[in-house]
């Protein structure tokens, strides 16, 4: 028999058909005073590489973080992962924005005399101010959305008009009460406050069997709630040494403190 010749062939990007649909969406709500540093992590992974499953599809953030946050997203990011950039819907989403005439944040160069600035090539994009059916609730669009709020009414609102089959949200947020107002309205079944990326599997098979628990495990709070027929996991950090303090010593008739009377009640 002869020998085929010997090819080399790239497998096709990214080869776990995560280009074929939106998987395990996820977003991120930048509260009031949130901590911007934390909050980004995520997201930089995914507009590093926005194909692939549990990208980070929108981000909310409040009205008075807008601007810090934009400087601080633009000045951390870097160039796409190669096969993102040289990608079918990479093209269609520069064309789309193009075409929308949508304010974005990337990378920009200036030219030879710094008069006019262009975007880096295969810069990531976010896209203010529209949702992701502008660009596609099919699969991956390699866009993250960012819209901005004033409170949490309007943060639902906006939430609401991203459809797209959500697995979680982050809420960065250092009020819990507001953080706990806005992860009961969320139509998603998970909530991180102020943390991200916390293994689930503690409470995995209560929340799947729609069932109400709490659990205090390494250093998190874990809870689900069961919500109109549907379970909820809010998971958020909580430092043992936060929780439990040493009792107070209690005195004995030997102790020093019982031998010593109050020098408020002593008599002279």
């Known amino acids: 028999m002869a020998k085929m010749p010997y090819t080399w062939r790239q497998p096709p990007y990214p080869g776990d058909e995560s280009d074929k649909r939106w998987i395990d969406p996820s977003m991120i709500i930048l509260c009031e005073n949130g ?10 992974d995914t507009l590093y590489e926005p194909i692939g499953t549990g990208l980070i599809a929108t981000v909310f953030v409040h009205e008075t973080l807008r601007e810090q946050f934009i400087e601080k997203v633009r000045g951390e990011m870097v ?20 075409c929308l005439g949508a304010e974005t944040v990337a ?47 309007e943060l639902c609102e906006l939430a609401a008009a991203e459809n797209l089959p959500f697995a979680s949200a982050a809420i960065w947020c250092p009020k819990m009460s507001a953080a706990y107002e806005i992860a009961l309205e969320l139509n998603v079944p998970a909530v991180y406050i102020n943390c991200a990326d916390v293994s689930l599997l503690p409470i995995v098979e209560k929340h799947r069997n729609l069932q109400s628990f709490a659990l205090l495990y390494s250093d998190h709070h874990y809870e689900v709630l069961v919500l109109r027929g549907r379970a909820k996991a809010i998971v958020f950090p909580a430092p043992l040494p936060l929780l439990k303090r040493p009792p107070e010593p209690t005195a004995t008739a030997d102790s020093p403190s019982a031998q010593k009377p109050n020098k408020r009640h002593s008599k002279k």
């Not at 160039?79 to 789309?96: D, N, P, T």
């Open 35 to 44: 901590d911007i540093d934390a909050a980004i992590g995520p997201l930089l």
């Open 79 to 98: 160039v796409m992962h190669r096969q993102v950039k040289k990608h079918e819907f990479y093209k269609k989403a520069l064309r789309r924005i193009d």
């Open 107 to 153: 990378m920009m160069q200036p030219d030879d005399i710094g008069f006019r600035y262009t975007m880096v090539e295969g810069s990531p994009l976010v896209v203010c101010d529209f949702s992701q059916s502008y660009f596609s609730i099919n699969h991956p669009s390699t866009v993250v959305t960012l819209h901005t709020f004033r409170h949490s009414r």
